[in-house]
């Protein structure tokens, strides 16, 4: 069945890939966006709601919307200079504004309330067990806290007004486009850098930004989605290494790892502090079993087209004189 979606953070790495395929899907979209880009009009599908920390006026953008799926926010951020109080900025963006957001939904007769959460809500890594929506939440640092308060909020609203919440939380998401940690790992890798991680015997859970987004659909049209809270990934979990040779051989450069004792890598990373290392060295698993049994989701792309497509598009930015096929 088709319905009226808007979908906030439409310009983001995930929005720009859910957005085409809810079109593709029968679905009518409006993307919200902070600002439009120049000569660019309302009418070609989006609209400028300012910052959401600011408390915009949803109204218009929710006129005629039966779903929303929230995307909008502030991102994990591991060092941001001159940041006096980022707790204060995770709380306004990710905390109170998805709070207003949900209210105005109430309000406007939105049906459902699709957030983006984040795995980082359970914790930062795992055990021997992966992680399950029905675990304690641990979060372990102020954005994950954020996103944890957040989802708390929307549970609060529902109860109160009897809108539908569903709430996805993913690992780390790879794919076309992808920044942060990601994307300075396949500069390493070109720049031939040895990377001490061969012997790093962990897995993590990942998922494409493709298959994010067609997850995101499913719990936009399944019923059954009404009210849950899933955890979503690929379902192939991997090691560094395994993730490091992946895009290596999908950028067309050799996998320099060297071979140092993983005892030796977690000594290193607990005397500088460093929160990267401990994720490259660490295991961080989810259990995406309930997506798959209860709303019968799959999904569609496999792991090796999700990095070659990620390596490919990283490729054409950094040579733009080579161009891009169509």
Same mark, same amino acid.
């Given at each position: 069945?088709?319905?009226?979606?808007?979908?906030?953070?439409?310009?983001? &790495? /995930?929005?720009? !890939?859910?957005? $085409?395929?809810?079109?593709?899907?029968?679905?009518?979209?409006?993307?919200?966006?902070?600002?439009? $880009?120049?000569?660019?009009? =309302? +009418?070609?599908?989006?609209?400028?709601?300012?910052?959401?920390?600011?408390?915009?006026?949803?109204?218009?953008?929710?006129?005629?919307?039966?779903? =929303?799926?929230?995307?909008?926010?502030?991102?994990?951020?591991?060092?941001?200079?001159?940041?006096?109080?980022? =707790?204060?900025?995770?709380?306004? /963006?990710?905390?109170?504004?998805?709070?207003?957001?949900?209210?105005?939904?109430?309000?406007?007769?939105?049906?459902?309330?699709?957030?983006?959460?984040?795995?980082? !809500?359970? @914790?930062?890594?795992?055990?021997?067990?992966?992680?399950?929506? %029905?675990?304690?939440?641990?979060?372990?640092?102020?954005?994950?806290? +954020?996103?944890?308060?957040?989802?708390?909020?929307?549970?609060?609203?529902?109860?109160? %007004?009897?809108?539908?919440?569903?709430?996805?939380?993913?690992?780390?998401?790879?794919?076309? *486009?992808?920044?942060?940690?990601?994307?300075? #790992?396949?500069?390493?890798?070109?720049?031939?850098?040895?990377?001490?991680?061969?012997?790093?015997?962990?897995?993590?859970?990942?998922?494409?930004?493709?298959?994010?987004?067609?997850?995101?659909? =499913?719990?936009?049209?399944? $019923?059954?989605?009404?009210?849950?809270?899933? #955890?979503?990934?690929?379902?192939?979990?991997?090691?560094?290494?395994?993730?490091?040779?992946?895009?290596?051989?999908?950028?067309?450069?050799?996998?320099?790892?060297?071979?140092?004792?993983? %005892?030796? #890598?977690?000594?290193?990373?607990?005397?500088?502090?460093? @929160?990267?290392?401990?994720? #490259?060295? *660490?295991?961080?698993?989810?259990?995406?079993?309930?997506?798959?049994?209860?709303?019968?989701?799959?999904?569609?792309?496999? &792991?090796?087209?999700?990095?070659?497509?990620?390596?490919?598009?990283?490729?054409?930015?950094?040579?733009?004189?080579?161009?891009?096929?169509?």
């Amino acid at each position: 069945m088709s319905v009226t979606v808007l979908v906030t953070g439409a310009d983001g &790495f /995930v929005g720009r !890939v859910l957005c $085409p395929l809810l079109a593709s899907a029968g679905h009518r979209v409006r993307g919200a966006v902070r600002t439009l $880009p120049p000569n660019r009009q =309302v +009418s070609a599908g989006c609209i400028a709601v300012g910052d959401i920390g600011a408390h915009p006026d949803w109204r218009a953008a929710l006129e005629g919307v039966d779903v =929303v799926v929230h995307l909008a926010g502030r991102a994990h951020v591991m060092h941001e200079p001159g940041q006096a109080d980022p =707790v204060s900025l995770y709380r306004r /963006v990710n905390v109170a504004a998805t709070e207003m957001l949900a209210r105005a939904c109430a309000a406007a007769g939105v049906h459902r309330l699709v957030f983006a959460s984040s795995i980082k !809500v359970n @914790g930062d890594a795992t055990y021997g067990q992966p992680y399950r929506a %029905t675990d304690p939440p641990h979060p372990e640092d102020d954005y994950g806290r +954020s996103k944890w308060d957040a989802e708390q909020h929307l549970h609060a609203v529902a109860a109160e %007004t009897g809108l539908d919440v569903v709430i996805v939380r993913p690992p780390l998401v790879y794919g076309p *486009g992808v920044k942060g940690n990601l994307a300075r #790992l396949m500069r390493l890798i070109e720049r031939g850098v040895p990377l001490p991680l061969a012997q790093v015997d962990n897995r993590r859970s990942m998922i494409g930004v493709g298959n994010l987004a067609d997850a995101l659909r =499913v719990c936009i049209e399944h $019923p059954r989605a009404a009210g849950c809270t899933f #955890l979503v990934s690929d379902g192939s979990d991997i090691s560094t290494p395994e993730l490091i040779r992946a895009i290596a051989a999908a950028l067309g450069h050799p996998a320099r790892l060297l071979a140092v004792p993983a %005892t030796m #890598l977690r000594l290193a990373a607990n005397a500088a502090g460093s @929160g990267t290392l401990r994720r #490259l060295i *660490g295991s961080l698993q989810v259990d995406s079993g309930p997506i798959r049994s209860e709303l019968d989701w799959r999904p569609p792309h496999t &792991f090796e087209h999700g990095i070659e497509a990620m390596a490919w598009v990283h490729r054409a930015r950094a040579e733009p004189r080579q161009g891009a096929p169509l």
